[in-house]
């Protein structure tokens, strides 16, 4: 056996040891497993001059970066969905012109649903915590997207049902992007031109898709319904339209949802309860009780992202689904005096002293942090 002796670089206080330890004649002192339980005790194991196995030291110091590196390696969900926003970007304002339109979009598809099974929480906290990552109109189309493959998966819908309606979500404000961008920085009431544009959108946009080789039916029925209600007050076709596809309604209630819970200029945000409450059940029951009991069971009060206060003061944000859908698991960044923690804890709000006791608006908590801190590399930008 190839021996060294033993530092204070091998040891770390409270962990198992990863080696043998020996003295003097090869006399084993300490086995593999045993817990250096105080930094007194490491100093004395280092005075003592004991030995290790040197090459079973560096095969685990090896298998430690090899572990380190393969974690750097990981792809990152957040930074597809921002490619993706970037891509989508590209492509739908200059979308007259791509060659291959339809084969563009479905690529920006097929990144979003790699992000989104890279890591679902990130793929929705994404909504409430990137909402810098593009502008309002194109990021939207996005964030649609991902709650409706999300409520899509829920529900087992096929895999071409699932590429319909998110490739639907991508394409269905394409009539109204440049004006759409406009209106979110105006603070007076929209004039009739730009009330004629929104209420047209619909139609205008099958009408554009078509032009550039789209000819999926699933795909243009839900860009042309996403605005239309069955007891015909939507747009553009009102009472005109006869029946609703159940993926046309899961499209809209995605659509409405996002745009509830996005901070915009010209009204308050609303905590995701109250969009649900609103989108689901704007008459105090839902108009379609299937897809609301998904949209409820999936997102819930307090989803991926969103910021909570805990019954001990602690306010934090859900990083992931609890057991029950009033006890997601919650990092804590800031203390009950309002001081930020110097990282951000794990709490299980299952337990009372950090359950949840009320959710807040993004607005409402002023300190930066990033989702890496968070989620680790598979949140990283």
């Known amino acids: 056996?190839?021996?060294r002796r033993l530092s204070l670089a091998d040891l770390v206080v409270g962990e198992p040891l990863p080696f043998d330890v020996y003295g003097e004649g090869n006399k084993l002192l300490l086995r593999r497993g045993h817990v250096v339980e105080n930094s007194r005790?490491?100093?004395e194991l280092v005075q003592r001059g004991v030995f290790i196995d040197a090459g079973q030291a560096e095969r685990l110091a090896q298998a430690k970066k090899d572990a380190q590196e393969q974690k750097l390696e990981l792809p990152s969900a957040l930074r597809f969905i921002n490619l993706s926003n970037k891509r989508l970007e590209r492509l739908l304002y200059n979308l007259t012109n791509e060659e291959n339109a339809q084969g563009k979009i479905l690529e920006v598809v097929k990144a979003l649903t790699y992000a989104f099974d890279i890591n679902p929480e990130i793929a929705v906290a994404s909504i409430f915590l990137n909402q810098a990552a593009a502008?309002?109109?194109?990021?939207?189309?996005?964030?649609?997207?991902l709650v409706a493959l999300l409520i899509a998966r829920a529900m087992k819908k096929s895999p071409a049902e699932i590429e319909a309606i998110m490739a639907a979500a991508l394409t269905m404000n394409i009539a109204m992007l440049r004006q759409q961008d406009q209106m979110e920085n105006k603070q007076e009431p929209l004039t009739p031109a730009e009330n004629e544009v929104i209420k047209t959108h619909a139609e205008k946009g099958v009408e554009i898709l078509r032009q550039v080789g789209i000819g999926n039916p699933a795909w243009l029925s839900y860009v042309e319904l996403h605005h239309e209600n069955e007891d015909g007050s939507g747009y553009p076709l009102g009472a005109a339209v006869k029946t609703i596809p159940q993926n046309a309604?899961?499209?809209?209630?995605?659509?409405?949802?996002c745009a509830s819970i996005s901070v915009r200029k010209y009204r308050k945000t609303l905590l995701p309860s109250a969009a649900l409450r609103?989108?689901?059940?704007?008459?105090?029951?839902?108009s379609d009780p299937l897809l609301a009991a998904y949209f409820i069971k999936e997102l819930g009060p307090q989803p991926p992202g969103s910021f909570v206060r805990l019954q001990n003061g602690e306010i934090g944000v859900v990083t992931r689904r609890g057991k029950a859908s009033?006890?997601?698991v919650?990092?804590?960044?800031?203390?009950?005096?309002g001081a930020p923690l110097s990282f951000p804890i794990q709490r299980d709000t299952s337990k009372q002293l950090y359950a949840i006791r009320d959710t807040l608006s993004g607005e409402d908590v002023t300190l930066r942090f990033s989702m890496q801190q968070l989620w680790g590399n598979e949140a990283a930008l």
């Open 1 to 3: 056996m190839d021996q």
């Open 41 to 43: 005790l490491a100093e």
């Open 135 to 145: 502008s309002y109109a194109v990021r939207h189309c996005v964030d649609s997207a």
């Open 249 to 257: 309604k899961l499209l809209s209630l995605a659509d409405r949802y």
């Open 278 to 286: 609103d989108v689901l059940l704007p008459d105090g029951k839902p």
């Open 326 to 328: 009033n006890t997601p």
């Open 330 to 337: 919650v990092h804590a960044f800031i203390g009950p005096r």
